[in-house]
């Protein structure tokens, strides 16, 4: 049975810091494209950023400069840091796993990220 379980999220001001955490099991970790997406209100889900199993990292435009995504292998692990966190960052943060190969996908059940003052 794959899990892939995100923690990390919360209330923080504008201008601060978050890391979420997703931890992942029932897959070979090493070999899935990792991802983080997210859904705000009345939004669609979008792509923040994403780590190739062969370590090519990208992110949409308007993270870029400010959130770093990571993975540690050895513990099934994929991080999102978060810094200079702006309002419209708030949202429902998804941790996603794909395999480029066998096309299987995979979602966790999403953390809240909440930016205000």
């Known amino acids: 049975q794959v899990q892939l379980v995100e923690s990390g999220g919360g209330l923080v001001q504008p201008g601060g810091s978050l890391r979420l955490s997703c931890a992942a099991s029932g897959i070979i970790f090493s070999i899935y494209t990792m991802g983080w997406y997210r859904q705000a209100p009345g939004k669609q889900r979008e792509l923040v950023a994403t780590?190739?199993?062969?370590?090519?990292?990208n992110y949409t435009y308007s993270v870029k400069g400010r959130f770093t995504i990571s993975r540690d292998n050895a513990k099934n692990t994929v991080y999102l840091q978060m810094n200079s966190l702006k309002p419209e960052d708030t949202a429902v943060y998804y941790c996603?796993?794909?395999?480029?190969?066998?096309?299987?996908?995979?979602w966790g059940q999403g953390t809240q990220v909440t930016v205000s003052s």
């Open positions: 996603n796993a794909w395999n480029p190969r066998s096309r299987r996908n995979y």
């Open positions: 780590f190739t199993s062969g370590g090519v990292t």
